[in-house]
């Protein structure tokens, strides 16, 4: 037959959470999402849950905290400073100790406006009538906007001939 033992009683020991970081997105001249998860609670309530970051060249990490929802977290960086490369890290603290995730990082775009020419009409032998497009602002107001032209440049610049006209411009 079968024997058993004397039944003994064990309690688990509860380590710090397991965490993830999981990526950035939605990436301006000026902001960031990032995201991080908690893989494991390590048998304990998550009590903190955040990032930590750091501009590349900088000596001073920064840290942010945030809401656990459904074992997810993210948060948005602002005031970030243009093509300027970042790293972040998530972590989740528990009564056992602060887990983190891998470090991860991304670029904030160069904050430069990007535009397009988008018709031209009224043609005549000394006029036209010319529109284009904002497509973006690169996270800073528009100043001055207009078109270059050159009889002789196939590439004009405003070292050619040019005409500010904030007006023929749409934003998309």
């Known amino acids: 037959g079968t024997v058993y033992g004397k039944d ?11 965490v993830s970081t999981i990526y950035a997105n939605y990436i301006t001249s000026s902001s960031a999402y990032i995201y991080g998860s908690v893989k494991s609670t390590g048998g304990a309530n998550i009590t903190e849950a955040g990032f930590i970051y750091i501009a590349e060249g900088d000596y001073y990490e920064k840290e942010i905290k945030t809401q656990i929802s ?4 993210s948060v948005q960086l602002t005031d970030l400073e243009p093509n300027t490369r970042y790293y972040f890290q998530a972590y989740a603290t528990n009564s056992y100790g602060t887990g983190v995730g891998e470090i991860l990082d991304f670029t904030t775009d ?7 020419t988008k018709s031209s009409s009224n043609i005549g032998p000394i006029s ?15 100043t001055e906007c207009g078109f270059c032209y050159s009889s002789t440049n196939k590439e004009p610049t405003i070292a050619d001939n040019f005409v500010r006209n904030i007006e023929d411009f749409v934003k998309v």
Do not use: H, L, Q
């Open 8 to 18: 003994i009683a064990f309690t688990t020991k509860a380590t710090k959470p397991e």
């Open 70 to 73: 459904n074992g997810s977290f």
């Open 110 to 116: 160069s904050g430069s406006a990007k535009v397009s």
């Open 128 to 142: 036209a009538t010319v529109t284009g497009e904002i497509i973006s602002d690169g996270g800073f107001t528009i």
